[in-house]
């Protein structure tokens, strides 16, 4: 079973600066995907930014970028600019076969004006 | 638009009731996920069904059924409400067998039980 961990619990940054959220896993599969998601206070789950194992090229989507380190197991998540609408709870998830999703703990992350 | 909905959005409910939460989806889609989310554990797949009378359980599925009778839903029972369920519940759908296909989340319901 893959297993994915998000070590930490809460994060703070100033608004217009950079946080780094980090995020391991676990898996025995050579095919999968990555994947992180917002929720906001309204609870919705947004997809931010997904990322297929088998390409080494890092995605991007604005102002979110990811470092993915296949070897290490790592998929960490950048944002860039911060903005006093990123403040959420960001989860990051695995996928490999069957299109069942395994979610992180989550890390609560606040943009101070 | 096509869009995922979920009914009610908050419910408080005694021990021992059976309780069922609706799924409803215009996509279309073949899958179907129930998750649950608690504080520190982010969400936990509870059933899941990839097309009409195909049913299947996930990680948390004790207590829980689901049952598939057409695309656009999938109901969610909790058969004897207990008091470790109280939790949000999570409906998502997605389109296909591709890993890298997005799954679509409803708005989620709040779930007590008391």
């Known amino acids: 079973a893959q297993t994915v961990t998000q070590s930490q619990p809460e994060m703070s940054v100033q608004e217009a600066e950079t946080v780094t959220l980090s995020c391991t896993y676990d898996t025995s599969e050579s095919n999968y995907y990555l994947f992180w998601y917002k929720q906001p206070p309204s609870r919705q789950m947004i997809l931010v930014i997904r990322?297929?194992?088998?390409?080494?090229q890092n995605a991007t989507e604005n102002r979110f970028s990811v470092n993915f380190q296949k070897a290490a197991k790592s998929f960490s998540l950048k944002i860039s600019d911060s903005q006093l609408g990123d403040t959420a709870m960001y989860f990051c998830a695995f996928k490999a076969a069957g299109n069942k999703l395994t979610f992180g703990g989550g890390t609560r992350v606040l943009v101070k004006p | 638009d096509a869009e995922i909905t979920q009914s009610p959005r908050h419910k408080i409910t005694e021990t021992g009731r059976q309780v069922t939460l609706a799924c409803h989806q215009t996509w279309n889609h073949n899958n179907m996920f129930w998750y649950r989310q608690d504080l520190g554990h982010g969400l936990r797949l509870i059933h899941y069904?990839?097309?009409?009378?195909?049913?299947n359980k996930g990680e948390v599925s004790d207590g829980y059924s689901v049952s598939r009778s057409n695309t656009e839903d999938l109901p969610l029972t909790l058969e004897s409400a207990a008091s470790s369920q109280t939790s949000v519940y999570f409906c998502?759908?997605?389109?296909?067998?591709?890993?890298?296909?997005?799954?679509?989340f409803g708005p989620g319901t709040r779930l007590t039980v008391t």
């Open positions: 998502a759908s997605s389109e296909g067998q591709s890993g890298a296909a997005e799954q679509y």
């Open positions: 069904s990839y097309g009409v009378q195909d049913t």
């Open positions: 990322q297929e194992a088998y390409k080494q």
